[in-house]
Every structure is written in structure tokens, then in C-alpha cells.
């Protein structure tokens, strides 16, 4: 196999090779486990089930399986045939469900009972021709060596997976990853994580689960609710790293902030564990310190990336000085890192800025506090976030684009500082423009996030003319929030005029980011 033409499944079978006996995957939920050799051996077999049962490279095949060991063996299976694997993730409602598969078309879904019984009151479920119980794949596939045949030849360029975005500002667009950009994902996030054949990983990111396989780490599977995160037991997560020594954990900051919540309330400290990665959405300075402290032996990593691209950043928090606390505290954004060095990044300018840099000649019609504002706009020089690279994705079956363009949009705003430090600003679609000035949600938010009776805030404006800041307390803070001095100081520095206590709205993914199409239905109310 050349190098410029290898694929996830080569890197998967080279690993089998090297550490045929070693543990790849241990499924805490359902307290089974596999060797490499296992896997390759039985997803083979998920193979040669699928080729008698006249399934073709290209097919597209629904897999709605609870996130397990079975799950893995049976995508891993599924992209040796070279058939791609449509990834609906465990959170979806059913109409959600049944819009991905009008848009997909699929040939096959592959679920439990109880999915494919429901899929009988769904249209476009209904439409598909080939429903399989995927414990009669494992039960009817007889694990045993078999030759694969070149028929389903596979290349770099082969179609392998289909997700879909979180759709936090609209519908979901659809990602199509071939296998060469699985293999060029996983070669990034090896180089920044750097896992290897003697980690242990913790992990609840099903993608960065299949990169894991392919550095020969162990991994297991946590014992948590992948469709429902925020409803983990954190109870049992804590028993789980305890008891089984965890030194390496990766979960999203929503079940994080629990776990921080549960140990102070009881006291633990997790000694075992040696680093923690988390992301997924924004990682405020607040949880990382949190982090520390429950994790005292810890280096705590904070990825910055989205499903296009992953990861963009890493921010080591050991290394964060006085000036970028301070920076934060005073508007400056969300302090994320260096970009990676396998990717190029640039800040491109928006329409809505370049106005603003225009008006610049005209400065004597506002007063003295608008120019100070716009000047330290244009002194940031913020932008949107555009990236290029092996894991970074050119374009969305859904979305029609420019085939030739090179950068990918992520929709995040964004500058680079003199160290060459990125920082975020929020999404492009929640920016503020009040008269001449431009408020960016991040840079508000993150100084509110330091203040502790602050669990989650969201910056927003009705009509264009009022900033208004909407700010869920932490449970055990029993005051109205505009009680709190620091809260009082933060709305005057940052000219907030009425701060509204409600529950915000968040993703269903890793409820951690603010839903954007929920929070306009919100504010429309105010």
C-alpha cells in the first residue's frame, strides 16, 4: 500500500498487526471487551455478512446503534466493503431522523428493534428497503479469517461517512468524509494529542474513538448517556475512573462541569487521572480551574475545532498567564490557543466590519467612547475564522460552493494577537450592531464567566438598540443575580442595560453551546 493512497482501515489493520493481542476497546456499559485482533477479525465477518447478503461499495447504510463496542465493530465492517456509514447522532429526535434520511436516501439502516419498530411510523424510514437488526448481523456472521475480496477495493478518495453539523445556528448541513480524510483526521489529532500503544483513554467522542484504535490505545467506552449527556450519572462516571485508574479523559464540558459539581459536594479528589481534554463547544478559564482542583495531578487541554475540522487549537491551560486572564476579563474574547501546525488558518473580514472601518472617516459624528470601541475593533482586526488542511472539510453535499475553493468558513469570529494567539469572538450570526459599534457575544460572555454564581450567559439585543444579557445562576446561589456587586460592575463596563435570569437554551449534542435558533424565539418574547 502506497503512503499518498492509504485509508482509516489500512492504518487499522497496521495497528492489528503490531498489537494483535493488546485491548482495544473496553465497553464499560455493557462490560465487554475486544483485542485488536478481535475487532479486525469480527468486523470482518460483519463484512462477509454484508457481501452475501448483496450489499455493494457505496451503498449507504444508516447506522443507529448504541454507541458500544458492536457499534464499532460493525462501522468498521462497513467501511472495509467501502459502503458509506450514515452517523445520526444518539441525541436526535425522530423528526430529525427521518429529515436525514429524505436527504440521504439510504439503502439500508442498520438499528435496534425498538428503532426499526418506530422507523415504521416515519415516512422516509419506511422508504428504506433493507431494515436489519444489528444484533442478527453479529449473531448470524460466523467470526473466522476470510480473504477480502478486490471487488470492494477501497482508496483514499472512497466515500466512508456521513454526519451531519449540530445545526445550532439552522438545519443540520451534511459532512461526507472519504477515507482518506478519516486517516488525515486521525494523523492531526495523533500528532496534538499524542496518545500511544501504553495509554488508557476515557473517551465519549465517537470519532476521536476510531482515531484511538488506530494509535493502539486502549479505550474504553464510558458508561454514559450518549443521547442525553446532560442526564449522566455522574455518580457512576466518578466510580468508573476511580476504580478503574483512568489516567487520560475525554468528555464533553457539560458532563465535566457535573462531575466538578458532584466532587466538591462530596469531597473527591481524582489523584489517577493525568490529563483531561474536553471540547465540543466553549471552554471557559472557570471549568479548567474547576478541573485543576478536582484533578490535581492533571494537565487540562481545551480543543477548540468544529465537525468540519478537528482540532483547530489546543489551549494547554498550565501554560496561561496574568495577561490572558486579564485580557478575558476585559472583553478581550475566549483565549483558545496556537492553532495546530497541520492546518493554515486566516481572519477574513465581514461585510458588516468593513462598514465599520468605513465609517471611520466620519468620526467626528460620534462621540469620544464609539471611537474607542471601533478603534479597538480595528486594532483586533476580527474576522471569521477560515482553515485549510488535511482534516479540514472543502464542502457539504447539501450546500452547493465553489468546487475549487480552498478555505473552509467556520462561521466563528475571531482575531489573532501579536503573539500569534487566537481568540474567539462567538458566531458570526450572533454578532450586535448598536449604532457604530459592533458587540461580539464570546468577548462578553467570557468576562461574565468568571464571575462564580454564573453557571451559563448569553449576550443579546432586541431591535438592534439595548444589550441585554440573559444569565442562568448556579444552583446554590438562592439571590437574584442583579443582588451580585460583580454582576452590577460587569453591566456597566460592558454597557449592559437589563439582565434577564432565565434557563438558555443549548444544543442537544453536547448541551453545551447556546442554540441560536431557540434564543431568537426567546428574545421575540421579551
Request: proline fraction near 4%; charged fraction near 30%; aromatic fraction near 8%.
Given at each position: 500500500m502506497k503512503i499518498d493512497n492509504m485509508t482509516i482501515i489500512d492504518k487499522i489493520r497496521e495497528v492489528k498487526s503490531k498489537f494483535p493481542n493488546k485491548t482495544a476497546i473496553i465497553d464499560l456499559k455493557n462490560n465487554t471487551e475486544a483485542t485488536f485482533s478481535q475487532i479486525d477479525t469480527q468486523s470482518e465477518a460483519v463484512y462477509n455478512y454484508l457481501k452475501k447478503n448483496n450489499f455493494s461499495k457505496g451503498d449507504k447504510v444508516v447506522l443507529f446503534v448504541p454507541i458500544s463496542l458492536k457499534f464499532y465493530i460493525i462501522l468498521i465492517g462497513i467501511l472495509k466493503m467501502g459502503m458509506q456509514v450514515v452517523f445520526i447522532d444518539p441525541y436526535a429526535?425522530?423528526?430529525?431522523?427521518?429529515?436525514?434520511?429524505?436527504?440521504?436516501?439510504?439503502?439500508?439502516?442498520?438499528?435496534?428493534?425498538?428503532?426499526?419498530?418506530?422507523?415504521?411510523f416515519l415516512k422516509e424510514?419506511?422508504?428504506?428497503?433493507?431494515?436489519?437488526?444489528?444484533?442478527?448481523?453479529?449473531?448470524?456472521?460466523?467470526?473466522?479469517?476470510?480473504?477480502?475480496?478486490?471487488?470492494?477495493?477501497?482508496?483514499?478518495?472512497?466515500?466512508?461517512?456521513?454526519?451531519?453539523?449540530?445545526?445550532?445556528?439552522?438545519?443540520?448541513?451534511?459532512?461526507?468524509?472519504?477515507?482518506?480524510?478519516?486517516l488525515g483526521q486521525h494523523n492531526v489529532l495523533d500528532k496534538n494529542i499524542q496518545f500511544s500503544e501504553n495509554t488508557q483513554a476515557y473517551s465519549s467522542f465517537p470519532m476521536f474513538l476510531l482515531s484511538h484504535i488506530c494509535t493502539g490505545t486502549t479505550t474504553l467506552i464510558p458508561d454514559i448517556n450518549f443521547g442525553k449527556p446532560i442526564k449522566t450519572d455522574v455518580k457512576s462516571v466518578v466510580k468508573q475512573i476511580e476504580s478503574k485508574n483512568i489516567e487520560n479523559i475525554i468528555l464533553p464540558p457539560s458532563i465535566l462541569e457535573n462531575i466538578v459539581r458532584f466532587s466538591k459536594k462530596n469531597n473527591i479528589k481524582l489523584d489517577c487521572v493525568q490529563r483531561v481534554f474536553t471540547g465540543g463547544a466553549p471552554v471557559f478559564?472557570?471549568?479548567?480551574?474547576?478541573?485543576?482542583?478536582?484533578?490535581?495531578?492533571?494537565?487540562?487541554?481545551?480543543?477548540?475545532?468544529?465537525?468540519?475540522?478537528?482540532p483547530i487549537s489546543i489551549f494547554n491551560f498550565e501554560t496561561i498567564t496574568k495577561k490572558q486572564i486579564e485580557s478575558m476579563k476585559n472583553?478581550?474574547?475566549?483565549?483558545?490557543?496556537?492553532?495546530?501546525?497541520?492546518?493554515?488558518?486566516?481572519?477574513?473580514?465581514?461585510?458588516?466590519?468593513?462598514?465599520?472601518?468605513?465609517?471611520?472617516k466620519n468620526l467626528k459624528k460620534y462621540s469620544k467612547s464609539d471611537f474607542e470601541k471601533i478603534q479597538q475593533i480595528l486594532k483586533k482586526s476580527a474576522g471569521e475564522i477560515l482553515?485549510?488542511?488535511?482534516?479540514?472539510?472543502k464542502n457539504y453535499l447539501n450546500v452547493k460552493s465553489d468546487p475549487n475553493k480552498e478555505w473552509h468558513e467556520t462561521g466563528d469570529m475571531g482575531y489573532i494577537n501579536?503573539?500569534?494567539?487566537?481568540?474567539?469572538?462567538g458566531r458570526a450570526k450572533g454578532r450586535v450592531k448598536i449604532k457604530n459599534s459592533i458587540y461580539y457575544p464570546l468577548s462578553i460572555e467570557t468576562a461574565f464567566s468568571f464571575c462564580k454564581e454564573v453557571k451559563k450567559c448569553a449576550l443579546i439585543s432586541k431591535n438592534n438598540e439595548e444589550l441585554y444579557m440573559i444569565i442562568e445562576k448556579e444552583d446554590n446561589y438562592t439571590r437574584t443575580i442583579l443582588e451580585n456587586k460583580e454582576i452590577k460592575k460587569l453591566c456597566e463596563?460592558?454597557?449592559?442595560?437589563?439582565?434577564?435570569e432565565k434557563k438558555i437554551p443549548l444544543d442537544k449534542r453536547h448541551n453545551s453551546k447556546i442554540d441560536y435558533n431557540k434564543l431568537e424565539k426567546l428574545i421575540k418574547k421579551l
Open positions: 429526535k425522530i423528526n430529525h431522523i427521518n429529515k436525514c434520511c429524505e436527504m440521504i436516501s439510504p439503502n439500508a439502516i442498520i438499528g435496534s428493534k425498538k428503532v426499526l419498530f418506530l422507523g415504521n424510514i419506511r422508504k428504506i428497503p433493507i431494515k436489519i437488526d444489528y444484533k442478527n448481523i453479529l449473531k448470524d456472521s460466523k467470526y473466522h479469517e476470510i480473504e477480502i475480496s478486490d471487488d470492494y477495493e477501497i482508496s483514499k478518495d472512497t466515500p466512508a461517512l456521513i454526519s451531519f453539523t449540530s445545526g445550532s445556528t439552522g438545519f443540520p448541513k451534511i459532512i461526507m468524509r472519504t477515507h482518506g480524510f478519516l478559564p472557570k471549568l479548567m480551574y474547576n478541573l485543576l482542583e478536582i484533578f490535581p495531578k492533571s494537565k487540562v487541554r481545551a480543543l477548540y475545532g468544529a465537525s468540519e475540522v478537528e472583553g478581550a474574547g475566549l483565549f483558545v490557543g496556537k492553532k495546530v501546525d497541520q492546518i493554515d488558518l486566516k481572519i477574513e473580514r465581514l461585510e458588516l466590519e468593513e462598514n465599520l472601518k468605513l465609517n471611520e482553515v485549510k488542511g488535511e482534516n479540514v472539510l501579536e503573539n500569534n494567539e487566537l481568540f474567539l469572538l463596563k460592558f454597557n449592559i442595560s437589563q439582565v434577564i
